[in-house]
């Protein structure tokens, strides 16, 4: 069965980091592009960070730019997100995705799989 794991969530403070991984159970996801998103309560899903995993490139919202990265581990098949100078507003459940095509990464109905998410508080 495909699977999406995402670990390293927990409560940190406001300018802590934390480092989130998303692992992934069959080979074939490493062709899939895969992201990063986050769920506030009463907001909508949010798209943080995204890679193409062949090439290694890159995406971001404005928010996170320069205090995210988001990187890869092939060997492992594993996804990470290394978070730092963390804020109330970073809180939020963080999940994985992965699509196999597509070409807005903001858009959640364009990925195949999601994982169960991982829930991210910074207290202030």
């Known amino acids: 069965q495909v699977q999406l794991v995402e670990s390293g969530g927990g409560l940190v403070q406001a300018g802590g980091s934390l480092r989130l991984s998303c692992a992934a159970s069959?080979?074939?996801?490493?062709?899939?592009?895969r992201a990063w998103f986050r769920q506030a309560p009463g907001k909508e899903r949010e798209f943080v960070a995204g890679i193409q995993w062949s090439s290694g490139s890159s995406y971001y919202v404005d928010s996170v730019k320069g205090r995210f990265t988001i990187s890869r581990d092939s060997a492992k098949n594993t996804m990470y997100l290394q978070m730092s100078r963390l804020n109330h507003e970073d809180t939020a459940q963080y999940y994985c995705a992965a699509r196999l095509h597509g070409a807005n990464w903001y858009n959640p109905h364009e990925y195949d799989y999601w994982g169960q998410g991982t829930q991210v508080t910074v207290s202030s």
């Open positions: 069959e080979r074939t996801f490493r062709n899939y592009a």
